[in-house]
């Protein structure tokens, strides 16, 4: 019998979850299992707030995907997708094409620039392991030329967050905890250097914990960082942001971080989709299409409690993946599919150095306590995809 061809596209949490549960749960005979990606490598976007802001090394964050998947069971195949055809089966590659019996879509997400004008020719917006180098050298660079320029200008030492969420939250705190670091290096006085977080919601960190956003307002503003909430930006530009309320922040530094929108493919392709994400059937598959899987930053589900979407998150794209491969193999095998409901453990956010706060399992967590918890996360994730050996070369020491 004609083996199907079950093809996955994007290699980030969703993708090399379902790619590495189908290898182990498929034998050699039952299907051809190909994982598409523009880089040979996976990275870890949950980390990518530190390399950004030049406390990690950027290349902790990423692994060689041959180094992780058992690729005498997957063919990988490095490559730009640029459309998928779906009433052919056709997945359209930059340099050919692959036909598919099964399609998994896990390509993740882009900005959401909420209609502002000026985000992608003014600010850093690319969270990805270029993405963040390219913020570091930025940051350093702005430093460097600081004394060295006749005119003093602040705007170079003016570093600008736009989003209180967590990306936003997480990208300050370490580089709130770098600044005194690199004002020693850069011969810079530290109160030169200003830190904004602008949230257009009335609140940072939206639906997280009253008591948990509190205290780390209150570390980081210790730290130098001034909020403006309930303040929402109406222009990026070359000279810094506009502000709906009139105001405009100078700064040579604006850093994107108001949250997600599904991969443009997605629209591209014709799937009905809300900002990019399409609603899924219970069982992860598009609606109508019922050989096509779309898991990770590209599905919405909602949380019937409230009655609103789930953030995107790398929990709920691994725990989709997990029930997708099992899905696959279930039709592949003519058994029923099963339904995905999410199970949310906790979240914890880093705050940079040793502190972060969280919720895991109902239970707040402050300072050193959560921040264990964070890198116990962090490496969690790591041992499912390589075991030990994984944790001991890229792990987080959690102490
Ligand atoms: P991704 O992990 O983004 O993977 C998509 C993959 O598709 C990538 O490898 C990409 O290169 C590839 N790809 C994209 N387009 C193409 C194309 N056209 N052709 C070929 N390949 C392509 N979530 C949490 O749960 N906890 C956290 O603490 C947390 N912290 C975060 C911190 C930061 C700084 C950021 C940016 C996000 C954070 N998130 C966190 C969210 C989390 O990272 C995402 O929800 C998660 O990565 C989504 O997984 P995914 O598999 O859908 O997509």
Not at 115 to 127: M, T
Not at 171 to 182: D, H, K, M, N
Not at 284 to 310: K, Q, S, T, V
Request: contains cysteine.
């Amino acid at each position: 019998m004609k083996k199907p061809k079950i093809v996955i596209l994007g290699a980030g949490y969703g993708g090399m979850i379902t790619a590495s549960r189908l290898s182990k749960e498929l034998g050699y005979n039952e299907a051809d299992i190909t994982l598409v990606n523009k880089h040979d490598y996976h990275y870890q976007t949950t980390w990518l707030h530190e390399p950004a802001a030049g406390t990690m090394d950027p290349e902790k964050t990423r692994m060689k995907i041959s180094e992780v998947l058992n690729l005498s069971k997957i063919h990988f195949i490095k490559d730009v997708v640029v459309d998928i055809k779906k009433d052919e089966k056709k997945v359209i590659l930059e340099n050919s094409e692959l036909d598919y019996d099964y399609l998994v879509v896990a390509l993740g997400s882009e900005p959401e620039t909420f209609g502002v004008p000026g985000v992608f020719e003014h600010a850093f917006s690319k969270w990805t392991v270029n993405g963040a180098r390219q913020v570091r050298d930025h940051i350093e660079y702005m430093f460097s030329i600081y004394n060295n320029e006749d005119e003093k200008r602040n705007e170079l030492l003016t570093f600008v967050v736009a989003g209180a969420g967590f990306t936003g939250i997480e990208f300050i705190g370490e580089l709130s905890e770098r600044v005194p670091e690199l004002c020693a290096a850069y011969d810079v006085p530290r109160e030169k250097v200003k830190m904004y977080v602008i949230e257009a919601a009335p609140t940072a960190l939206p639906g997280f914990d009253p008591e948990l956003v509190e205290y780390a307002m209150n570390l980081l503003e210790s730290r130098g960082v001034e909020f403006k909430i309930s303040c929402p930006i109406k222009e990026v530009t070359e000279h810094g942001v506009l502000l709906a309320d009139g105001n405009e922040i100078k700064a040579e530094t604006v850093v994107w971080a108001t949250g997600v929108r599904g991969n443009a493919l997605i629209e591209k392709a014709g799937f009905e989709n809300m900002r990019g994400r399409v609603k899924v059937d219970p069982d992860l598959r598009a609606p109508g299409h019922d050989n096509i899987f779309i898991i990770g930053d590209c599905a919405l589900i909602i949380n019937e409690e409230i009655n609103r979407p789930y953030p995107p998150t790398a929990q709920i794209a691994m725990q989709q993946a997990a029930v997708c491969a099992s899905n696959l193999k279930a039709l592949i095998h003519n058994a029923p599919t099963k339904g995905f409901k999410p199970e949310i453990k906790g979240t914890v956010a880093s705050l940079g150095g040793k502190e972060a706060i969280g919720i895991v399992f109902d239970r707040k967590l402050y300072g050193s306590s959560a921040n264990f918890m964070k890198k116990m996360i962090d490496n969690r994730y790591l041992y499912m995809l390589g075991g030990t050996p994984l944790v001991l070369k890229k792990g987080k020491n959690p102490l």
